[in-house]
């Protein structure tokens, strides 16, 4: 399956060339039928491409990963996204006994003290359920952008997730950031009011800050640590 699955690969990068973002989900809709699935965090990026499936009605299944530390700004527009576009996301949850053994021993805020205690929470809260998530699917659109990081900038529109067996496909790899913020205002689609604050990538609550002027998109994540080890592990290659 995951060889077959890597040949579409420059099939794909081809439509991709020269079709809309809309077009190149109906494609992969009626390529992999049932098994296309939409990540969501309620970002700038990712309501941009909710709104390309759920006004088109694109068969994809869309979900996102509660944490049960998420902001109540991102609770609000998940909930106004439900509303707006008359849908229901699906919710994702990590598995309560890891979570109960995690926070008894090491305490409700343990990812402050160490980098292996803050990946071990990203990992229970985060990418398990991802992985959960993601299993048995063909691919996963997320809203990956190249001016993110330096690391974004070498991704291509097609990749092959290795560490989850999965096509992924990244339609706004080479938006910025004001077609971007562009976008959702000429649709007048909800967005995290947490981004009219200088949050510039919204996870967590204990985790996430808003950036200064100058500073790195990446800057308002985990920001006590060492620039090199900051991924939650969701997104593996990036
Ligand atoms: Fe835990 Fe922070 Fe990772 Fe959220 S971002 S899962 S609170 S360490």
Not at 18 to 44: A, R
Not at 59 to 74: A, Q, S
Not at 172 to 177: E, F, G, K, M, Q
């Amino acid at each position: 399956m995951s060889s077959a699955l890597k040949e579409q690969l420059p099939k794909l990068s081809k439509i991709a060339s020269t079709q809309s973002i809309s077009d190149v989900i109906k494609h992969l809709c009626e390529e992999f039928p049932g098994k296309v699935i939409f990540s969501t965090s309620f970002s700038y990026e990712d309501q941009a491409i909710a709104h390309e499936i759920l006004s088109n009605k694109l068969p994809v299944k869309i979900f996102t990963l509660d944490t049960g530390r998420l902001f109540p700004e991102t609770y609000s527009v998940w909930s106004r996204t439900n509303e707006f576009y008359e849908t229901n996301i699906q919710a994702y949850y990590p598995q309560h006994p890891a979570v109960e053994e995690y926070v008894t021993v090491k305490g409700p805020n343990a990812f402050y003290a160490s980098v292996e205690n803050r990946k071990e929470c990203c990992h229970i809260r985060k990418v398990e359920p991802l992985q959960r998530a993601l299993k048995g699917n063909a691919v996963w659109i997320t809203g990956l952008r190249a001016e993110h990081s330096p690391e974004r900038k070498g991704l291509e529109l097609f990749e092959w997730d290795e560490t989850n067996n999965i096509i992924k496909y990244n339609p706004l790899l080479h938006w910025n950031t004001e077609e971007t913020i562009a976008f959702i205002h000429k649709f007048n689609i909800p967005y995290n009011p947490l981004h009219d604050k200088g949050f510039v990538s919204i996870g967590c609550a204990p985790c996430t800050r808003a950036i200064r002027a100058g500073e790195d998109f990446r800057a308002g994540r985990w920001w006590w640590e060492d620039n090199s080890k900051k991924e939650c592990g969701l997104h593996a290659k990036q």
